[in-house]
């Protein structure tokens, strides 16, 4: 260890320890090694037993329509071609500010000059009776995919708690097993963040279709079982008797480490707009941390901090803002896309285009002449070209009349 240690002391060039090698973290990496950095060394150390992966097709995996292997992100030669060692199993334990060293749970020591928090998120947790039972998981990471899909070959029903894209890709992934699969959805209509209620019932009719058996307006009130999870109890006291629950009903940024560390937290690590946290040399990026009252849930905002702070760390002068996030989904094959607004207030128009033989809908919602929201089920391919004039906020009062059928028949 001593060794090691006095090795690293003569390192030519900073030291970089990144915490967490999630989706976020290996951006972060391509980024830095496609410029000229300032780091002799990089260290990456993850808590999972695996470099980092595309966690996005882990509900491909669970629905046996991708294998393991498709989510490896880059082999092990493109590490040790740019001098990056990776610390796979060995998550950072504590963090000493003073010396610079980070300790992990194995007791490997490294020292660092700037440290970058990676720590993505969790499963966030439901605070009711019974959630501690075995047969009650997240979909998170690999091993729970494996534990899934484990479970769906001995078991036949389960029940998702969660009606957002997660808990409806898990419910897509069991059915797709062959279990029988029923959704609780506090809200009125699913995926309420991103579609509004038209939208939302279509995608429960088309899932509905498929066998999902989709209850909205349903909260759990406990989960019962001795030994483990046997059944779900309502608020309404409804029993859906089950194998095995799966609780998807948000994330919480993992943020122990950092609070332990003392750098300010909120829900998520605080950060400013150079990702830099309240204690000088640490950054946090991804779903880990938080900017103003932001914090953040899909890849995309992740992949672009992780540009504007590999920028940084190269001595660049890059701010991250957040975005009108645009949300492309596919749950099994149906396309959706929201972007911007998905619900009309007293000052915002709505201009609705609805084909009910196709189930394709397109809702867009305009205020003071602008496009300010869009809302596509069935037919996306126009998604990013209704992202675009929303960026671009031209008055659209000419083109009201054509806008809901897509730019091929766009007057501009
Ligand atoms: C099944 C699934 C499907 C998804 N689909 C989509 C999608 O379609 N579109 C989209 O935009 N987003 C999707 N997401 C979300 C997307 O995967 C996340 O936004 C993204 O992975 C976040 O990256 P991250 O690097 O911030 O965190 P993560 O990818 O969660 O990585 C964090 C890593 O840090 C590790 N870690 C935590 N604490 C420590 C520690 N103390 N020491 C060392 N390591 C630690 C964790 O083990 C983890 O491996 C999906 C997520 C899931 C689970």
């Not at 279990?179 to 609780?184: G, K, Q, R, S």
């Not at 949300?327 to 009910?356: F, M």
Request: proline content about 4%.
């Amino acid at each position: 260890m001593l060794r090691l240690f006095l090795w690293e002391r003569r390192v030519s060039g900073r030291r970089l320890v990144i915490v967490g090698h999630g989706m976020v973290a290996q951006r972060l990496l391509e980024e830095l090694t496609a410029r000229k950095h300032p780091y002799g060394l990089i260290r990456v150390f993850n808590g999972e037993p695996v470099p980092a992966y595309n966690r996005i097709l882990l509900s491909s995996v669970l629905a046996g329509e991708a294998s393991e292997d498709s989510v490896q992100l880059k082999p092990d030669t493109w590490f040790a071609e740019r001098n990056i060692v990776c610390h796979q199993g060995d998550a950072v334990a504590t963090i000493d500010t003073a010396q610079r060293q980070v300790t992990t749970t194995s007791g490997f020591q490294a020292a660092y000059d700037d440290l970058v928090f990676a720590t993505g998120s969790r499963p966030a947790a439901l605070g009711i009776e019974g959630e501690q039972l075995p047969g009650v998981m997240g979909f998170r990471d690999l091993q729970d995919t494996r534990a899934l899909i484990d479970v769906s070959q001995r078991c036949r029903r389960a029940v998702v708690i969660g009606g957002g894209f997660l808990g409806l890709e898990a419910a897509e992934g069991l059915r797709a097993r062959g279990m029988a699969v029923t959704v609780l959805h506090r809200s009125d209509h699913l995926l309420n963040r991103q579609l509004d209620p038209v939208a939302g019932a279509l995608l429960a009719s088309a899932l509905t279709a498929r066998g999902v058996t989709i209850r909205t307006g349903a909260s759990p009130q406990s989960i019962a079982g001795s030994q483990r999870a046997r059944a779900v109890q309502l608020t309404d006291d409804t029993l859906i008797s089950t194998d095995l629950v799966v609780v998807a009903a948000g994330i919480t940024p993992r943020t122990e480490l950092a609070r332990a560390t003392g750098l300010a937290c909120d829900r998520g690590i605080l950060v400013d707009e150079g990702l830099a946290s309240s204690v000088p040399g640490i950054y946090a990026l991804g779903e880990c941390c938080q900017l103003g009252e932001e914090t953040f849930g899909l890849v995309e905002p992740g992949y672009r901090q992780a540009a504007v702070l590999a920028g940084r760390l190269c001595g660049e002068d890059r701010r991250f803002a957040p975005d009108t996030v645009a949300t492309r989904l596919k749950i099994s094959g149906i396309p959706i896309y929201s972007c911007g607004a998905t619900s009309p207030d007293e000052n915002t128009d709505s201009v609705v285009w609805q084909d009910r033989e196709t189930d394709r809908y397109c809702h867009l919602l305009i205020r003071n002449n602008r496009l300010t929201g869009a809302v596509l089920f069935g037919e996306t391919q126009d998604g990013p070209w209704y992202e675009e004039q929303i960026r671009r906020g031209d008055d659209i009062s000419q083109r009201r009349h054509t806008l809901a059928f897509g730019a091929a028949y766009d007057t501009h």
